[in-house]
């Protein structure tokens, strides 16, 4: 699942952005651990696949990536 990632709406952004699974994760898992803002996620600015970091409060939505 090299490809896989959670795609993220971002306040101010036309495109959705990406943020990369943590290694060992399951898609569903890095979801359910990015909503209760579990590990990576329990930070203020979460860092997106392309290495840029946004406040957590700045995305407006998450959704399961194929």
Do not use: C, H, N
């Not at 952004?13 to 569903?28: F, H, M, N, V, Y």
């Not at 997106?48 to 700045?58: F, N, Q, T």
Request: charged content about 30%; overall charge negative.
């Amino acid at each position: 699942m090299a490809d896989a990632y959670l795609a993220v709406r971002i306040s101010g952004r036309e495109q959705p952005e990406k943020i990369a699974l943590t290694d060992g994760e399951s898609l569903q898992d890095e979801l359910v651990r990015f909503l209760d803002r579990k590990g990576p996620y329990a930070k203020m600015w979460i860092r997106l696949a392309s290495g840029e970091y946004v406040r957590y409060d700045a995305i407006e939505s998450v959704a399961l990536a194929p």
